[in-house]
């Protein structure tokens, strides 16, 4: 549970290093850090299973998604714009859950918090794979399924908790490591988190004429690459 969560640090890192070599806006640079800074936040709790950890896991999932929201909902602004009522009204959101969270140590508040912020990125998603750029269902429904598994495992993990306990206590080392369901979680969840940022990016760089292009380094994993628009 502690070791995988490298796909929330080390894939983020290349995409941020990758942005910044291409000049392309701050707020995907932070998008990806963010993204770094909740797979640190809970490799730091799941290796120590302190509180003060968990915080450091659960919060920065809420700022993440935040800077996501801001990405996805000014993709189709002119350059160098700034939404200051959205940016404004996103810090008032993670500055109220991060203090009624601090107070009611409630995780429910959590996830119904993090969830409206999920669900209000996956409307953008679908309206932009649907009737903004069509071509690009095929990036947008793999993250979402993608992550939405990772959700299904988390909960199955939740419920049956005991009994999978039990079970693997009965299976081969390594069978028992590849069935803890919360570690999927974490993957399954960081590559579709991942997937997101590429296509706000892929989105936005197309807006603003640029070439991107989805390569896959070694064959497998997804990376963009986004040339300058073409000069007259």
């Keep these: 549970n502690t070791v995988s969560n490298l796909i929330f640090i080390?894939?983020?890192?290349?995409?941020a290093i990758q942005t910044y070599k291409d000049g392309l806006e701050k707020r995907y640079l932070a998008a990806y850090l963010c993204l770094t800074a909740v797979g640190l936040g809970s490799w730091c709790f799941h290796m120590t299973l302190k509180y003060e950890m968990q915080l450091?896991?659960?919060?920065?999932m809420i700022y993440s998604c935040c800077v996501f929201v801001y990405c996805l909902?000014?993709?189709?602004?002119?350059?160098?714009t700034v939404n200051y009522p959205l940016l404004f009204l996103l810090i008032t959101y993670s500055f109220v859950v991060?203090?009624?969270?601090?107070?009611?140590?409630?995780?429910?508040?959590?996830?119904?918090?993090y969830g409206t912020l999920v669900s209000i990125i996956v409307l953008r998603s679908v309206?932009?794979?649907?009737?903004v750029y069509p071509w690009l269902r095929g990036l947008g429904y793999t993250s979402l399924t993608v992550f939405l598994m990772g959700f299904f495992l988390w909960n199955v993990d939740n419920i049956f908790c005991d009994k999978l306990r039990a079970l693997r206590e009965k299976m081969p080392p390594v069978v028992g490591a590849v069935?803890?369901?919360?570690?999927?979680?974490?993957?399954?969840?960081?590559?579709?988190?991942?997937?997101h940022i590429l296509l706000s990016l892929y989105t936005r760089t197309l807006f603003l004429k640029?070439?991107?292009?989805?390569?896959?380094?070694?064959g497998i994993w997804p990376v963009l690459l986004v040339e300058p628009p073409k000069k007259l």
């Design 10 to 15: 080390l894939p983020p890192i290349y995409g």
């Design 56 to 60: 450091l896991d659960e919060l920065p």
């Design 73 to 80: 909902y000014e993709c189709f602004k002119y350059k160098n």
């Design 98 to 113: 991060s203090i009624i969270y601090l107070n009611l140590k409630e995780p429910v508040f959590h996830q119904v918090m």
């Design 127 to 131: 309206y932009i794979v649907l009737w």
């Design 179 to 195: 069935t803890q369901f919360h570690a999927w979680w974490h993957i399954l969840t960081g590559l579709g988190s991942y997937l």
């Design 210 to 218: 640029h070439r991107p292009k989805v390569k896959f380094i070694f």
